[in-house]
């Protein structure tokens, strides 16, 4: 394993051969780093610098951010190609809950790899989030879906629902951007 430095001003580690002058991220000057041992096996760091769960997570963050602008456009607009963006509407909320799913459980896997268990305090409340996320998704598919998309009502209602999915996907995103540094060793 190459011999790791960390920057004592920011926190930031990278092999040492590959250090200038000033550290990379933050630009103080090459003596702010120290000798650094990474606390987590080679395996396990292998496994989590695929960034599996923060790329899949971004699948649900734009397609709920994307339907919400959507689902608000056509409340603004109705009579704007009403066929054209419903259509677009029904295929971004009908993949929607499957790519909450799909966070989920790569959430779960990451949390295992991670911290070893998925019990912790702050992981079950990102499940929680998580639970909620898909069950705000799944109802706005199901409502467009099911009543269809051309009453205000239905419009309004997965409106809502839609904001609400984006209001969780906030919440599990302020909650993981804190986790994203923390790892149990070994």
């Known amino acids: ?70 689902a608000l456009f056509v409340l603004a607009f109705p009579g704007l190609f009403p066929e054209t963006l419903t259509g677009i509407l029904r295929a971004l909320e009908g993949v929607l809950p499957l790519a909450v799913i799909a966070s989920f ?27 909620a996320f898909f069950v705000t998704t799944a109802a706005a598919a199901i409502l467009t879906f099911v009543a269809g998309s051309y009453d205000t009502w239905v419009r309004v209602a997965d409106a809502v629902l839609l904001a609400g999915g984006v209001a969780c996907a906030v919440g599990l995103g302020r909650i993981g951007s804190r986790l994203l540094p923390a790892m149990f060793p070994g």
């Open 1 to 70: 394993m190459a011999e790791l430095m960390r920057c004592k001003s920011c926190g930031y580690v990278m092999e040492a051969g590959s250090l200038g002058d000033v550290c990379p991220a933050c630009g103080v000057p090459r003596k702010m780093m120290e000798p650094w041992k990474d606390p987590v096996s080679e395996k396990r760091r292998l496994l989590l610098s695929f960034d599996i769960h923060p790329i899949v997570v971004h699948f649900s963050i734009s397609f709920v951010a994307s339907a919400l602008v959507l």
């Open 105 to 131: 459980l790569t959430g779960l896997f990451d949390g295992t790899i991670r911290f070893r268990r998925t019990t912790t305090p702050l992981l079950k409340t990102k499940q929680l989030f998580g639970l």
